[in-house]
C-alpha cells in the first residue's frame, strides 16, 4: 500500500522568502511519481511539479523545486520568493507502477500555506 | 486553465436523488480518473477508465457508477444520494495510464445534499 505524510498542517512565511513543505511517502514499488499540486480557495486543483523514482536531478520548475530524498523517502517542495498568490493548501501525491498500487494518485492530508505581506 | 471541463460546476439536491456528473478530458488524453475529495476522508480515488475501458477502482460505492463514451468523455452517476456525499467531485485525466504521467483536474463539481 501506498502512504503519503504531509506533517505539516498549516504553515506561515513572509513575502519574498522562501518555504519549505514537507512530504514523506512509503510504498513497495520501485518505480513510482512523486508529484505536487496547488489548490487555491476557489478549489481547483493545479499540478506544479513532478520527480520519478529514477530522476538523478530534483525537479524545478520555476519557483518551485524538489528536493528528493529517496533514502530518506522524502520528497519536499520548496517555494522560493514567496508571493501572495502561493496561499494556498498544497498537496503531495504518489503514484505507483506496481500492480498492487493501480492507477491511482495517493494524496498527504495536505499543508495549508499563507504567506503574509 | 488545465484543459479538463467538468460539469456543472455546482449542484444541490436531495437525499435519495440521483445526479450526473460530465467530464471532458483533454485533447488527445485517454484516460480518465474520477477523485473524491470531502473533509473527513480528504482526497481519495474512485475509478479509472482508459479508452472507454474500466482500468481501476478505488473507493467507490455501489451506488455510484461511471462509463466513458467514445468520444473519450466520461460520467460519473451518483444515486440514492445521503448527506454524507457530499463532496468536491474532480475528473482528472492523463495521456495514457502510465505512472509517470502528470495527471492534470478539472474544475471540479461541488456537489450538496441536503
Known amino acids: 500500500a501506498q502512504k503519503i505524510t504531509q506533517t505539516q498542517p498549516g504553515m506561515f512565511v513572509q513575502e519574498k522568502e522562501a518555504v519549505t513543505l514537507d512530504c514523506t511517502y512509503d510504498t513497495s514499488d520501485q518505480s513510482y511519481g512523486l508529484f505536487w499540486y496547488k489548490q487555491p480557495s476557489s478549489g481547483e486543483m493545479i499540478f506544479l511539479i513532478y520527480q520519478g523514482s529514477y530522476d538523478e536531478q530534483n525537479a524545478t520548475e520555476g519557483r518551485y523545486s524538489l528536493n528528493f530524498q529517496k533514502a530518506r523517502k522524502s520528497a519536499n517542495l520548496v517555494i522560493s520568493a514567496s508571493q501572495l498568490g502561493d496561499s494556498a493548501m498544497y498537496f503531495c501525491?504518489?503514484?505507483?507502477?506496481?500492480?498492487?498500487?493501480?492507477?491511482?494518485?495517493?494524496f498527504g492530508e495536505g499543508t495549508q500555506l499563507t504567506v503574509n505581506p | 486553465d488545465s484543459g479538463v471541463t467538468q460539469t456543472p460546476k455546482h449542484l444541490i439536491t436531495a437525499t435519495g436523488q440521483r445526479v450526473t456528473l460530465r467530464c471532458s478530458p483533454r485533447?488527445?488524453?485517454?484516460?480518465v480518473y474520477w477523485y473524491q475529495q470531502s473533509l473527513d476522508q480528504g482526497l481519495q480515488f474512485l475509478i479509472q477508465?482508459?479508452?472507454?475501458?474500466?482500468?481501476a477502482k478505488g473507493n467507490i460505492l455501489e451506488r455510484f457508477s461511471a462509463q466513458q463514451f467514445p468520444d473519450l468523455h466520461s460520467e460519473l452517476n451518483l444515486s440514492s444520494l445521503e448527506l454524507g456525499d457530499s463532496a468536491l467531485y474532480f475528473c482528472?485525466?492523463?495521456?495514457?495510464?502510465?505512472?509517470?504521467?502528470?495527471?492534470?483536474f478539472g474544475p471540479g463539481t461541488r456537489l450538496l445534499v441536503l
Open positions: 485533447s488527445g488524453d485517454l484516460s
Open positions: 501525491a504518489m503514484r505507483g507502477s506496481g500492480e498492487t498500487s493501480g492507477s491511482r494518485l495517493t
Open positions: 477508465y482508459y479508452n472507454g475501458e474500466e482500468r
Open positions: 482528472a485525466s492523463s495521456v495514457g495510464g502510465l505512472y509517470q504521467e502528470t495527471q492534470y
